[in-house]
C-alpha cells in the first residue's frame, strides 16, 4: 500500500452515461497525476496538479474529460458521455515537487468498463 | 516529446537466473529513470531508479544501469525468485521541467520453477 487510494476500484458504465472517479494522494503531497493504462500498455500521462492549479493537460485528454483538485488535497477525474474507448485502468499518482523528491506513487487504480 | 522503447516484451527465466530489461530514450533533457513493477490488478510499484547523474545504481538483487550517451538504460535482477513474475515498466521525466513520467510498454517477467 503506497498511501494513494482510488475509489471506486472498478466501475462499469453504459456508453453515454457520466462517470466520476476520486483520488486521495498522500497527504504531505503536493503534485497530483493522472494516467490512463489500456490492456498491454504503459501508462500514459492525462494531467497533474501542482496544488489545486491544474498545469498541464495531455492532448489524450478531450473536451469530455474534466479533473478537479479543489482545495490540493484530493482529486476528481469525471468523463462525460463515456465511450466504449473509455474503457481503460485510471491511475492516480502523487508526490512532492521537491529536489530528490520526485518519486511517484501510484494508487491501486479504478478499472472501468464502457459498455 | 519523450519516447521511451523497452525490450524485450515478454521474457521467461529459470529461477535463480538473472534477467536484463533493456530500454532506450528520446529526449536528452530526461533526468530522472524510474522502474515499476505491476503486479495483477495493482498499480504500478516502484522498485528502483536513477538520475543522469549516476552511472549505476544497485538494492540487493536489483540494479540499474544508465547511459546518457547512448540514451540507454537497463534493469538486472540477479537470482531471481518466483514473486519476481510481473510486468515491468521503464520511465523517463525530466525533474527540471514537469516530471509527468513517459512509461515504455512493459515486460512481462515469467519466473520459471
Known amino acids: 500500500d503506497t498511501g494513494v487510494s482510488q475509489d471506486p476500484r472498478h466501475k462499469i458504465t453504459k456508453r453515454g452515461q457520466n462517470v466520476t472517479f476520486r483520488c486521495d494522494p498522500i497527504?504531505?503531497?503536493?503534485?497530483l497525476y493522472w494516467y490512463r493504462q489500456t490492456l498491454g500498455q504503459g501508462p500514459e500521462f492525462l494531467t497533474y496538479f501542482q496544488n489545486e492549479a491544474q498545469l498541464e493537460k495531455s492532448r489524450l485528454l478531450s473536451d469530455r474529460f474534466s479533473a478537479e483538485r479543489p482545495k490540493g488535497s484530493f482529486s476528481t477525474l469525471e468523463i462525460q458521455r463515456t465511450e466504449q474507448g473509455d474503457s481503460a485502468m485510471y491511475l492516480c499518482?502523487?508526490?512532492?515537487?521537491?529536489?530528490?523528491?520526485?518519486?511517484?506513487?501510484f494508487g491501486p487504480g479504478t478499472r472501468l468498463l464502457v459498455l | 516529446g519523450e519516447n521511451v522503447e523497452q525490450h524485450p516484451s515478454t521474457l521467461s527465466v529459470q529461477e535463480g537466473d538473472s534477467a536484463v530489461i533493456k530500454c532506450t530514450y528520446s529526449?536528452?533533457?530526461?533526468?530522472?529513470f524510474p522502474w515499476y513493477k505491476q503486479e495483477l490488478g495493482k498499480g504500478p510499484q516502484l522498485i528502483i531508479d536513477i538520475r543522469s547523474n549516476v552511472g549505476e545504481k544497485k538494492d540487493q538483487r536489483i540494479a540499474v544501469t544508465l547511459n546518457k550517451t547512448a540514451k540507454h538504460f537497463s534493469l538486472h535482477i540477479t537470482e531471481t525468485q518466483p514473486e519476481d513474475s510481473a510486468v515491468y515498466f521503464c520511465a523517463a521525466s525530466n525533474r527540471n521541467r514537469d516530471d509527468k513520467i513517459i512509461f515504455g510498454k512493459g515486460t512481462r517477467l515469467h519466473i520459471l520453477p
Open positions: 529526449d536528452s533533457a530526461s533526468n530522472y
Open positions: 497527504s504531505e503531497h503536493n503534485r
Open positions: 499518482a502523487s508526490s512532492l515537487s521537491y529536489l530528490d523528491q520526485e518519486t511517484q506513487y
